[in-house]
């Protein structure tokens, strides 16, 4: 089980087929502004992929795109909103078909408001993770080892969640509830980024 930190792009062949694990890491939570630093990918066989770009990157990165746009491949996310925004507007594709660990916890997680990754992990996994780099400098030149471990630790258990959270929501009646606030996620998105972020455009208001 390593940590590879790779500039640019994924190198191809990096991933093994299925399910993959992504998060992002940015200059703040402005996407329109805040540009993409990280991307984070896990394939589930223990190994955490780290594409780090540029101040200035141009966000070619064939071999990555190739691999969120593929429509065969179901992504994880904790937070998807934020993710697919944000690798919308830099990298240009939609990263679905997505199922989104917050959203999960929060249709069956009913007893409690605490959604947080750190949260999650710890009651469905048993495990720890720190999240001391969350804002830390993305945009640094070298990224150092601190910000590697916790950039990979943001993927590396959300295979495992997912196996849980598909049983407890069908244990709970909610999977297909789930699925179609999953569908929705990228039209939510785009919403954000078009300027729709702090309004609910389903309330009456
Ligand atoms: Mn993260």
Same mark, same amino acid.
């Given at each position: ?13 990096? +991933? @093994? ?12 939570? /402005?996407?329109?502004?805040? $540009? ?11 190994? *955490?992929?780290? /594409? ?5 990157? $141009?966000? @070619?990165?064939?071999?990555?795109? &190739? /691999? +969120? %746009?593929?429509? &065969? ?5 904790? !937070?998807? $909103? !934020? ?33 947080? +990754? ?13 999240? =001391? =780099? ?5 945009? @640094? ?5 601190? =910000? ?14 997912? %196996?849980? +959270? ?6 709970? #009646? $909610?999977? *297909?509830? &789930?699925?179609?606030? !999953? ?11 078009? #300027?729709? @972020? ?8």
């Amino acid at each position: 089980m390593a940590v590879y930190l790779h500039e640019e792009d994924l190198p191809e062949g990096a +991933l @093994a087929p299925g399910i993959l694990a992504i998060d992002t890491e940015t200059m703040g939570l /402005v996407t329109t502004r805040d $540009r993409l630093c990280l991307v984070q990918i896990s394939d589930g066989g223990g190994d *955490e992929h780290l /594409v780090r770009f540029n101040a200035g990157s $141009r966000f @070619a990165a064939p071999n990555l795109k &190739a /691999v +969120l %746009a593929d429509p &065969a491949r179901l992504k994880l996310y904790h !937070f998807a $909103r !934020f993710d697919l925004a944000a690798v919308h507007h830099y990298l240009g594709v939609m990263a679905a078909p997505v199922f989104c660990t917050k959203i999960a916890s929060k249709l069956v997680r009913t007893y409690t408001d605490r959604h947080g +990754l750190k949260d999650l992990v710890r009651e469905l996994l048993g495990k720890e993770i720190s999240k =001391q =780099q969350q804002s830390s400098d993305w945009g @640094a030149p070298a990224l150092n080892d601190a =910000q590697q471990e916790y950039a990979a630790s943001d993927v590396r258990y959300l295979h495992a969640m997912h %196996a849980i +959270l598909v049983d407890r929501l069908a244990r709970e #009646g $909610r999977t *297909e509830i &789930a699925q179609a606030c !999953f569908d929705f996620l990228p039209t939510r998105a785009l919403l954000d980024v078009a #300027g729709w @972020a702090d309004r609910d455009i389903f309330s009456h208001e």
